[in-house]
């Protein structure tokens, strides 16, 4: 009988690796499901950049507007008791951080585009920025057309970057690593402009006395959230939390929250 298991030992052991390995990679299990049991959504979100994800050095914490939402989407996607955990991508490593698994979601200033969808999966647009430029205070640059043989900064990862390319292609494009790099990069000089969307690029000009957002928006970009291909149901369920965060008027509240009191930034157009 003893021999008989010690027999069947090796075959009990290949079953149970072969079960291991059917539910597939962590990016290919249900994000949802795992969530629902964990109580927990896990979310990359921006920590470089001020009004949508910045750390607060005081309590370490990440801040913003994507933070504010994913807390939001995580207690309507998961009831009361469901935590957000966040993990701080930059506009580079947000996708690979999504797709080995350690986040669930990416809510981190990410516009929509076709080209990203064939990559990831996005929610509905819960936020709409364009692009836009920053430049010193007593700076003649006006609009992209002013950009001719200019220095534009930019950060990888980010499509501002190949936007500016279009509509500035005389302009020489540098790429930092992060916004924070960008906008020490602008302030000593190393560029004449900084390009990405009006939403951040104002949040600079808080952070940064000297500095004016000028350009008008020269694109359109709807921020959405974004999961791995084949996470059909998290979508489902955080368009339908971001429907009832719009109509209980929870949305607006956060719009005043933190872009109520930015100079010269017309929330009130981002009412929803
Ligand atoms: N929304 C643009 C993008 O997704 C620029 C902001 C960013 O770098 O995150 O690339």
Do not use: H
């Amino acid at each position: 009988m003893k021999n008989k298991k010690l027999f069947l030992m090796p075959f009990l052991l290949i079953i149970l690796l072969i079960a291991g390995c059917s539910n597939g990679s962590v990016a290919e299990q249900s994000v949802l499901e795992n969530a629902k049991e964990s109580k927990t959504i896990t979310w990359g979100v921006k920590a470089d950049t001020k009004l949508f994800g910045l750390t607060d050095v005081r309590d370490g914490q990440q801040k913003g507007f994507d933070v504010d939402m994913a807390k939001l989407i995580t207690k309507k996607i998961l009831g009361k008791d469901g935590k957000a955990k966040f993990v701080t991508v930059t506009s580079q490593s947000r996708i690979p951080l999504l797709k080995n698994g350690n986040i669930d979601a990416i809510i981190a200033t990410m516009t929509n585009t076709p080209e990203r969808s064939k990559i990831v999966d996005f929610s509905n647009s819960y936020f709409d920025a364009g692009q836009s430029l920053l430049v010193p205070d007593n700076s003649p640059i006006k609009t992209t057309a002013d950009l001719k043989n200019k220095t534009v900064l930019g950060v990888v990862g980010s499509n501002s970057v190949e936007n500016i390319k279009k509509v500035a292609p005389d302009a020489k494009v540098l790429q930092l690593q992060d916004y924070a790099q960008a906008m020490s990069a602008l302030k000593s000089g190393q560029g004449d402009a900084l390009t990405t969307d009006n939403g951040i690029l104002y949040g600079m000009a808080v952070q940064n006395k000297g500095f004016k957002v000028v350009g008008g928006t020269f694109t359109k970009e709807p921020y959405s959230i974004a999961v791995n291909k084949d996470q059909r149901d998290f979508v489902k369920a955080a368009n339908k939390a971001i429907k009832e965060i719009e109509a209980s008027g929870e949305y607006n509240e956060l719009i005043k929250k933190w872009f109520g009191d930015v100079p010269k930034f017309n929330y009130k157009e981002l009412y929803r």
